[in-house]
């Protein structure tokens, strides 16, 4: 069996996308950026999680409902890059990456909403 959410490219792109945050937030110290480290991984998961929410709604608006709380987390998550790159944890380069990444996703949930 298939579930319908798994066959969306954007979905894969954000589970792949979610699991490197996952070892982003690994590599931060423990202290004083548990509370960053936590809610990276937290922001990183919503994503593919309301993309596959929204991707089996056949309601248009509660559909556009996830895509847009699964593009608030890509946006959540860059904050935290961010956050975690000015205390000095992560390279420019790697951030960089990991921008580009977010804003390609951020494009794929705009084109589906459309």
Known sequence: M?????SFEMRRRAIAFADVMFGVADTL???PQ???????????????INLAKGCVCEDDQER???YHVAKSAVHEV????????????????IY?????TADQIVAMI????T
């Open 34 to 48: 548990v509370s960053v480290r936590e809610q990276l991984r937290r922001a990183a998961l919503s994503i593919p």
């Open 96 to 100: 960089r990456q990991h921008y580009e």
């Open 110 to 113: 705009t084109d589906a909403m």
């Open 29 to 31: 110290p423990a202290r």
């Open 64 to 66: 556009s409902d996830f």
């Open 2 to 6: 298939t579930f319908t959410f798994e």
């Open 78 to 93: 860059v904050s935290l890059l961010m956050l975690s790159g000015n205390g000095g944890h992560l390279s420019q380069d």
